[in-house]
């Protein structure tokens, strides 16, 4: 329950995410992970993913739907195995070619030196724009 070294390791899964590292991103978690994001209309990226492979095809899905522009952690605050990261994001979804923008809250949990639990919150209704084709006038 070192919280210096809990929050290395959600560091240093940021670097590999920035870096395109999905691989090492992955070694970062434990093989039963619960990986849940928020539910929005029009996209398949919400809902809870059990397990490393079922994070590593949420990544997959990721690149495949959205162009992230902008992907800034701002700030760690860790306390027990919780490691909580508020943070900024911009994509554009790739079906639309429309952008959003959003402040985000992504809380880990890491037990045994592996993230076991991740939770996001972000504004679901910018997303859910973002996803809707323009409607035909």
């Known amino acids: 329950m070192n919280e210096t070294n809990n929050t290395r390791i959600v560091r240093q899964g940021y670097e590999r995410f920035g ?19 928020p539910i ?22 990721l690149v495949e739907t959205e162009n992230i522009t902008r992907f800034e952690p701002t700030e760690f605050i860790a ?6 990261v508020l943070g900024k994001s911009a994509a554009t979804v790739n079906a639309t070619g429309r952008s959003y923008e959003t402040d985000w809250i992504q809380i880990f949990t890491v037990r045994n030196e592996k993230v076991t639990g991740f939770y996001e919150l972000f504004d679901t209704a910018a997303v859910e724009r973002a996803f809707q084709k323009a409607e035909a006038a």
């Open 19 to 37: 870096n395109g590292d999905l691989e090492g991103l992955l070694q970062l978690f434990d093989e039963n992970i619960e990986w849940t994001t």
């Open 40 to 61: 929005t209309q029009r996209s398949s990226l919400g809902g809870t993913r059990r397990g490393r492979q079922a994070v590593a095809e949420f990544f997959g899905l």
């Open 79 to 84: 306390q027990g195995d919780r490691v909580v």
